[in-house]
């Protein structure tokens, strides 16, 4: 199964800084890497498909990149409401599997 | 816009049976590949099953903790989407969703909490 490590586990920000979520995965997963939010007592959200395609409705203030076995999730401009937990995922081969997470946290 | 709407979670003693089930709408159901995962409080998200379209074969595949005992089944007809949970076992409490999407999970439901618990 492919592995996905995403670190650091905690960050704490502060409001207007530009931050960057890393993943990387025990072997490549080409570009078949997706990054969701998770806000407290909701469902997951996808932010970013294939490493890098926004999707509609997300704040252009998230952007992705990488390929292969590592990949970031910037955040350019965190505003308060971006405070979650956020996870990455593979899906370039069975069984489809999740990082740990990242927990967004105001300074 | 796209909805999915989970529903038969509950309490289960170990050993006993469950299905859950997911109402889709929105979007062209029969195109659609369409998941289960999970999550146990406080946890991360796993995934569990996987089942494809017609011209597929209607394909499933499953995450080793639950093969043979869960079962993802699909009625285009309906738009709905089951996970049959047999023999359950006290770390198969989680949060249900049902999502739908290519290799990624595009859509997510609210989720219905299966507890299981003697």
Known sequence: DVVLTQSPATLSVTPGERISL??????????????????????????????????????????????????????????????????CQQGNSLPFTFGSGTKLEIK | AVQLVESG???????????????????TFSNAAMYWVRQAPGKGLEWVARIRTKPNNYATYYADSVKGRFTISRDDSKS???????????????????????????????????????
């Open chain 1, 22 to 87: 890393s993943c990387r995965a025990s072997e490549s997963v080409d570009t078949y890497l997706h990054w969701y939010q998770q806000k407290p007592n909701e469902s997951p959200r996808l932010l970013i498909k294939y490493a890098s395609q926004s999707i509609s409705g997300i704040p252009s203030r998230f952007s992705g990149s990488g390929s292969g076995t590592d990949f970031t999730l910037s955040i350019n401009g965190v505003e308060l409401e971006d405070l979650s937990i956020y996870y």
């Open chain 2, 80 to 118: 709905m989407v089951y996970l049959q949970m047999d023999n359950l076992k006290t770390e198969d409490t989680a949060m249900y969703y049902c999502t739908a999407g290519g290799t990624g999970f595009d859509y997510w439901g609210q989720g219905v909490m299966v507890t299981v618990s003697s």
């Open chain 2, 9 to 27: 979670g509950g309490l289960v003693q170990p050993k006993e049976s469950l299905k859950i089930s997911c109402a889709a709408s929105g979007f």
